[in-house]
Nanobody, 125 residues
């Protein structure tokens, strides 16, 4: 069992930056593919970014590519999402998730077994 606790988030103006963190406990999470998702009011949860088990590969949703950076520190059991050049359309609750069985980065919500509690990101114009 993996417990995921998120931190970071908050409110910024357009063009600002935020960093989200996701710490795992219970088991070492280095075998897991990790992903960040977000859910805006009235919308489905969507994939934002993913990182492979050792951090050698990353994948981003088109609207955040070039602005967001996902990274991980397996020694600290932590994953990060650095968000720059934020836009109002980035406003959502952001979730960190772990895929214990995946061999590659998967964008499907159902592929991930463990989820963080969610953290609000609000970008004002």
């Amino acid at each position: 069992q993996v417990r995921i606790v998120q931190s970071g988030g908050g409110s910024v103006q357009t063009g600002g930056s935020l960093r989200l963190s996701c710490a795992a406990s219970g088991r070492t999470f280095s075998p897991y593919v990790m992903g960040w998702f977000r859910q805006a009011p009235g919308k489905d949860r969507e994939f934002v970014a993913g990182i492979s088990r050792r951090g050698g590969s990353t994948y981003y949703e088109d609207s955040v590519r070039g602005r967001f950076t996902i990274s991980r520190d397996n020694a600290k059991n932590t994953v990060y999402l650095q968000m720059n050049s934020l836009k109002p359309e980035d406003t959502a609750v952001y979730y960190c998730a772990a895929d214990q069985s995946g061999l590659y980065i998967d964008s499907r919500v159902g592929q991930y077994e463990y989820w963080g509690q969610g953290t609000q990101v609000t970008v004002s114009s």
